[in-house]
């Protein structure tokens, strides 16, 4: 199995079991690209036109996948 994960957190791979590193290959991406040629390797990824506007500003909450924007809102909700 390949994991793809921000390159900022692999420093938090050494928290995972040995057991359960063995069997995987992780991948550290910077950027979207990274993803890319790794989730779609038989795509052409390289030369593609960069993004533009606020879907490319990824220190805006708009940037931000809608599933972790979701997450967020409910650890930081008052329970009900």
Avoid at 40 to 52: D, F
Wanted: zero cysteines; charged letters at 25%.
């Amino acid at each position: 199995k390949t994991v793809v994960l921000p390159e900022l957190n692999t420093q938090d791979l050494s928290e995972l079991p040995a057991e359960v590193r063995k069997d995987m290959t992780f991948v550290p991406a910077r950027t979207l690209e990274d993803v890319l040629r790794v989730a779609l390797p038989e795509t052409a990824v390289a030369g593609a036109p960069a993004l533009s506007g606020p879907v490319a500003d990824t220190g805006t909450a708009a940037a931000a996948p809608r599933a972790a924007r979701t997450r967020d809102n409910r650890e930081n909700s008052p329970q009900r």
